[in-house]
Structures are given as C-alpha cells and as structure tokens.
C-alpha cells in the first residue's frame, strides 16, 4: 500500500545489516516523514537491538521495527472506535468536520455518510462552507448520492448554518448530522475564529455537541501537516483525526511523527484511513495493522 514497502521489502531481505544498511533504513524512514526525533529514537533502538544480537537479522528487525511503531501509534487509537460502533448516546451525534482546503473533507463526509448508513444511522448533512457554491453543490452531490438531506443556506455565515442544522437534526430526529466547514490554513486568524464561533453556536444550540470535532488530514503534507493538527487542536481541542490519501503514496510515516508530537495532554485520536476517491475507500484506524503495513 504504502511507497515505504517497496523501499524496504529488499531491505529487509537483506542479510547484511551494516552501517549501509542502516543508513539506507534511517534515509528511508525520515523520506516517508517519520519525522527526526521519531527516526533517531527507532534508529537506536534497532541499533542496540543489532549490537546485542537480541536481532541478528533484517527480519527479526523488521519485527522489531513494526512493534516498536505499533506501540507508538497505540496512543493514536482509540477503542471503541466511534465510527465502528453502533451504539451512540446522543441524538443527534454531531461531527463538525474541519481543516485546510482540498484535504477531502468533502468526500470523506461522503463516505463517512454511507459508513454510518450502513449502521442503519440516518444522516443529516448540513454546507458549512458558505463561501463557495462549488463547495455546495459537491455535498449536496454527496448527499445526493447517499440520498441524504444536506442543509445549505446562500449567503449566510458557517454559524448560522450550523445552528439551522443542529434544529432540523433535532426536529427529524436524525441519528447523526456532519457539519461540513470551509477548508483554511491555520494560520488565517479570522477563519478560525470563525471556526471557534461555529463550535460555540453548535454548543448552545445543543449542549454538549459537537460530539466530535475531526479534522481531516492530507496524509501527504509531511511536517506541515503537524503543524495543521497542532493548530487545529489549540484552537478548536480536537476529538478525532481522519488521515487520507494515504492510498499509493510513499509518505505514510507522518502519522510515527504525529504520535511523538501530541505527546502532552488530551490528543485527537485516529479513526479512519482514506484509501482512494471511492464512497467505500475508507479503513479503521488500528496502530498495529497500520504498522505492519508501513514495514511489510
Ligand atoms: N487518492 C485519494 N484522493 C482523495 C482522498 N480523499 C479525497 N481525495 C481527493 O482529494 C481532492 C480534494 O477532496 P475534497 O473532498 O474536495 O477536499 P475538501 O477538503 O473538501 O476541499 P475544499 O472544499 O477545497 O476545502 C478530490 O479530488 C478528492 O477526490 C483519498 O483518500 N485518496
């Protein structure tokens, strides 16, 4: 899946673990955006395990490799899943959905749509992204092909749509609304200013929501997406993270480096994986089936 595995299927073949070797590993970790300080500290880990022969060969070290990862991405998951669950204590569960612009927020609430379906949820969509028509109208196509409802409004501002949607949700006793946004860059204050308001309101017209606050992130970004989650999450406190476009490229680390950055306090966990442009192109989350995909 991942550009990672065609580095390193003869590296790990290989029965000569030199400086070479390791260096060819090291320059292909930091390539697929591990990350440094994620790297360095594989790096020696592999090293000691080498030195000491507890791994004496390109195999055991693959194994070693993809469960020192795996454990590092476990404080990425979370269990139960809020996407895989069919239990929910609200209703409406509300998902404000957020991040910087052509990152598939758009086409992951498509499949987002069809997956909460299939748990026999009924799903309200509400165009948060007031700015573009073009923006509308491709949900609206989303939601067409869902034969969902989505709530727009021409005109108007992000909050105002917000709070439309959270009473029709209400009044249709929806299972489910996603509240769509308009894509920013974290650095633009009044967007996300704007964003801030659109969770207040949210929060007013229905205490407690939004339930889940997702951002979802071009897994090909590399450390600009550290930054993104960084900001979104100081600025909004994140819930979730839908990672995407992680189909056929060779940066899948980022999300190594994603765990060795949310370090401190309460993180967003991981929930999904878009795989391609498809409605059904999206996979659950889990650290040890992400890991043995990245190194195998
Ligand atoms: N290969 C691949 N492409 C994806 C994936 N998710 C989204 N895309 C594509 O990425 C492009 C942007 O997706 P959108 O859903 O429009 O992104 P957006 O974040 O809503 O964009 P804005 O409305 O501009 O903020 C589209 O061409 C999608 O088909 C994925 O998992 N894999």
Redesign the pocket.
Known sequence: MFGLRKTLGSLFKSNQLDDAWFDHLEESLIQSDVGLPTTEQLMAKLRKAAKSEKASSAEELQSLLIQEVASLLQSLETNPNPLFTSASSHIPEVWLVV??????????IGKLCKLFQSQDKSVLLAAG?TF?AA?RN?LQEWGGRNQVDVITQEGGDAAAVAHDAIHSAISRKNDILII?T??RLATQDHLMEELKKVKRVIGKALPGAPHHTLL?LDGNTGQNGLSQVKAFHAALGLTSIIV?????TAKGGVICALAQTLKEGPKPAILAL????GID?LAPFTAGQYSSELFN
């Open positions: 991040g910087v612009n052509g990152a598939g927020k758009t086409t992951t992204d573009r923006a491709q769509d308009a894509g979802v995407t476009k992680l189909d056929g878009g795989k391609g442009e192109d």
